[in-house]
């Protein structure tokens, strides 16, 4: 059975070694990990910005398909809710068309701002990464649009 949780400092190298965990350690926010019994299949990183942000969201390949992606979310959503915030934030690959569909059937739509071209080597926890995306940024009002 699926459950999600907030990563614990002792979980940090059990999930890393399975899914990467890119933005740890920022200091803007937290993971919330997507456990199959106790196997790790999943994460999201929330950013505890203004407005909060959904980040490197992540699912194990044998896992996709099967609603990790949306319990992640929800647990995110009702996060962001339980700390007072009435929105939640994300940017999407022009290129991710599983995502972009994922993202509009969970409410979340196109905020106004310029598409962000990403270009160039970035430094993640793992290293360094080479990147060249095109990024769009989406939203979802929380006020009354119940989570998954």
């Known amino acids: ?28 926010g937290y993971y919330l990990v997507a456990w199959d019994d106790d196997e790790p299949v999943g994460h999201v990183h929330l950013a505890l910005t203004d407005p909060p942000e959904l980040q490197d969201v992540s699912v194990r390949p044998e ?6 992606a949306t319990a992640l979310t ?11 915030s009435a929105r939640l934030r ?6 991710n ?13 196109d905020v106004g701002v310029p ?8 430094r993640i926890r793992t290293g360094m990464l080479e990147v ?3 990024l769009l940024t989406w939203e979802k ?7 998954p």
């Open 1 to 28: 059975m699926l459950h999600i949780r907030e990563l614990a400092p002792n979980e940090v190298e059990r999930v890393g070694t399975v899914l990467g965990l890119a933005r740890l350690g920022q200091g803007d």
């Open 141 to 147: 009002s929380l006020e009354s649009t119940p989570s």
């Open 132 to 134: 060249d995306d095109t």
């Open 63 to 68: 896992h996709r398909r099967r609603g990790v």
């Open 97 to 109: 068309e599983g995502a972009m569909d994922l993202y509009r059937h969970l409410g979340y739509g």
């Open 90 to 95: 994300l940017s999407v690959s022009v290129d």
């Open 115 to 122: 598409p962000r071209r990403v270009h160039g080597t970035i």
């Open 74 to 84: 929800g647990a995110a959503e009702r996060a962001v809710i339980a700390r007072g």
